[in-house]
Every structure is written in C-alpha cells, then in structure tokens.
C-alpha cells in the first residue's frame, strides 16, 4: 500500500539511523574510556564483580605494604642476630685463650666485658619502627611477638574477608643473652672454665635465634612475593571483563560510521 501522509521507508530509515547513531556512541565512549563495562547500567552482573575484585586489590596492596614492613623489622632483627653470633664466637675465642695460666687474665676480661656491652647495645639498637624482635617487650606494650598482615580469605563472591596474620615470635636475647649478668668474670683458670661453659650456651641460643629469625625473614618474602603476584593476576581478571578490546571497538565504530 502506498500512502501519501506515511512514508514508510522514511520511517525505517529513520529508526536505522537512530540504532546507528545509538551503537556508534557507545563505540566511542567504550574508546575514549577505555572501558567496555564502565558502569552498573552497562552490565550490572560484571560490574558488581569487577567492584569487588577491585576493593579486594586494593586490600591486597595494603597487605604488600605491610609485609614489606615485616620483612624490613624481621630483617634488622635477624642481622643483628647474625651480629651477636659473630660477638660470642669473639668472646668464646677469648675465654679459649684464658684457659692457660701464663695469660693476663685481667687483659681478657676487659677485652670481654667490652665485647659484652657490645652485645647488649646491639641487642638495644635492632629494631624497626619501635618493634624489636630481640628484646623481651617487641613493640614497648609487652607483647612478645609481632604480627604481620598476610592475607584477605574471602569465602564466596560474597563473604566478608577475614584477615591472615604470619606472627613472628621474639627471640627475647634481652633476657636470655645477658652477658653482663649471667657470664662468669675470671681472674684465674677454673673461673676462665665455667665461663667457657657459659658462652657455649650463650651462642647455642644466638645461632638457634639467627635461624628463625632467617626462616621468618624467608617466609615473609615468599608471602610477598606470592600477594603480588595474585594481584596482577586479579588486576588481569578485572581488565578481561571490563576494559574495552580496542582492535573490536575501532574496527565496529568504523563499520558504524559507514552505516551513518
């Protein structure tokens, strides 16, 4: 039928335009955005994901700044730790060399009780931020370990995240690596013994010591290593579903503008 007050074919070509010019700005936002999913209206299921993934990253980055404060606290510790073992082995060279009695005993003790201070200013300075895994109190409030934000545990698209702490224990030399108190002073052989005796257990706790704390050091860096890793990955996850494929975009607002 033909009529001469409805222009059919006008009408078509008009809501074809229309659909055109529709689908071309969506093909320019998604270009100029760089976003395919940009907002709830465009897809309100991959939305509502990508938010959640994103918060999470954002966790995650803060849990990466804190390992990496961990491993640093750890790290001062376990140097001085390494520290301390090298001092004992110098004080235990000392006593070996007082076991004979044509030495100036005196001499050696000095020499000793110099060393010791040594140990105890060590053992004063290693710390990080105010924590100090070798003393008795590890941050001045009387906790004797410190825990180091590891992790976010979601359980479900939609489960509250629960926070995994790695705790690292003090090694307490304060106490158990007084010199100044617990090693014998000598001015003669059979003293000069008992003192040998001493420092080997002095050192028996400093190398037991270095070796967690290098074990801690260890894990925190894997645990790093690993949340950062996982957040390139989520932060992929989040670009797969959201961000705009721009060989497709500009190749269809082509095709779009030809149809216009």
Do not use: Y
């Not at 001092?87 to 005993?105: G, Y």
């Not at 090693?183 to 190398?207: K, M, R």
């Amino acid at each position: 039928m033909t009529s001469i007050l409805t222009n059919n074919g006008a009408m078509v070509a008009l809501q074809t335009l229309q659909s055109v010019n529709n689908n071309l700005t969506d093909a320019q936002n998604e270009i100029s955005t760089g976003k395919r999913v940009g907002a709830a209206s465009d897809n309100a299921a991959v939305w509502a994901i990508s938010k959640t993934m994103e918060s999470d990253i954002a966790g995650f980055n803060a849990i990466s700044e804190s390992l990496h404060v961990g491993e640093a606290t750890v790290a001062v510790a376990s140097a001085g730790a390494e520290q301390i073992v090298e001092k004992l082995t110098e004080i235990k060279e000392l006593i070996v060399s007082a076991q004979s009695e044509n030495v100036d005993h005196t001499k050696i003790q000095n020499d000793i009780d110099a060393k010791s201070a040594q140990v105890a200013a060590i053992i004063a300075a290693a710390q990080f931020n105010g924590a100090n895994l070798l003393a008795t109190d590890v941050d001045g409030n009387g906790a004797s370990s410190l825990g180091v934000l590891a992790s976010l545990d979601r359980v479900g698209a939609t489960g509250t995240p629960t926070p995994t702490e790695i705790t690292v224990d003090t090694v307490d030399f304060e106490a158990n690596i007084d010199l100044a108190s617990n090693l014998t002073s000598f001015t003669n052989v059979t003293d000069a013994a008992t003192a040998l005796t001493e420092i080997e257990g002095f050192l028996t706790v400093a190398i037991d010591g270095a070796a967690a704390l290098g074990s801690d050091t260890a894990r925190l860096k894997d645990q790093g290593d690993f949340v950062s890793k996982l957040t390139d990955s989520m932060k992929m996850g989040v670009s797969s579903m959201t961000d705009t494929n721009m060989e497709e975009a500009s190749a269809r607002l082509k095709a779009l503008q030809t149809q216009q």
